[in-house]
């Protein structure tokens, strides 16, 4: 009805059930949706921390819910701050593109539709959802330089989630100019 390419959602929490028993569920919940969806928005399974009991922090988890899905159109979206505190490792160039193989080898680059750039106020592992602005958290500029570079991901939708505001300014614009400077093309 709105005329979008994309909805993102997380794939929830297994509520204590596990890992397995959680992607069986979501895949019951998103195919009795595409059984009768007629439209020609794609859904995106957004990769997660994996805070709690939640599911979505191994790729393997997007893969298996985007491979279980019965027809309709299916992606993933990448969430910096998210595979980030999920273990996925993107400070450096060597690391970020072991990150992006690993993602390549399991899921395949092709079903990537999003990204979802936002720094980690949690360490790398410590599956906690805690987004920063850009630069000042726990990844760094680098990664973020190597995906505004990254010719596979120029015309891919950006979105950032960051904390609007800090000390009265307009953090998206400023988080906006620093991304536009580390593309090399602000």
């Known amino acids: ?16 059930l596990g890992v397995h028993r959680g992607i069986e569920n979501v895949l019951s919940c998103i195919n009795a ?5 007629t439209g020609a ?17 191994r790729f393997e988890h997007l893969r298996d819910i985007i491979q279980g899905v019965c027809g309709g159109m299916i992606g993933a979206c990448m969430d910096t701050c998210h595979i980030f505190s999920a ?16 993602f390549d080898r399991v899921l395949g680059l092709h079903q990537l539709k999003a990204l ?3 720094d980690s106020k949690g360490a790398l592992g410590s599956r906690v959802d805690r987004h920063m602005h850009i ?22 939708p950006k979105i950032l989630e960051t ?4 000390e009265g300014r307009d953090m998206d614009r400023e988080n906006l100019e620093l991304l536009r400077t580390l593309s090399g093309k602000g």
């Open 33 to 37: 949706v595409m059984e009768r969806f």
């Open 135 to 156: 630069g000042r958290g726990e990844i760094g500029t680098l990664a973020f330089s190597l995906f505004m570079r990254d010719e596979r991901f120029a015309s891919m």
């Open 87 to 102: 273990g996925y490792d993107i400070r450096n160039t060597r690391r970020f593109r072991r990150t992006l193989r690993e």
């Open 116 to 118: 979802h750039l936002n």
């Open 41 to 57: 928005t794609t859904l995106l399974i957004e990769t997660t921390s994996g805070q709690g009991t939640g599911i979505g922090y």
């Open 1 to 16: 009805a709105l005329g979008i390419s994309y909805l993102i959602i997380h794939p929830g929490s297994h509520g204590g």
């Open 163 to 166: 904390p609007k505001r800090l």
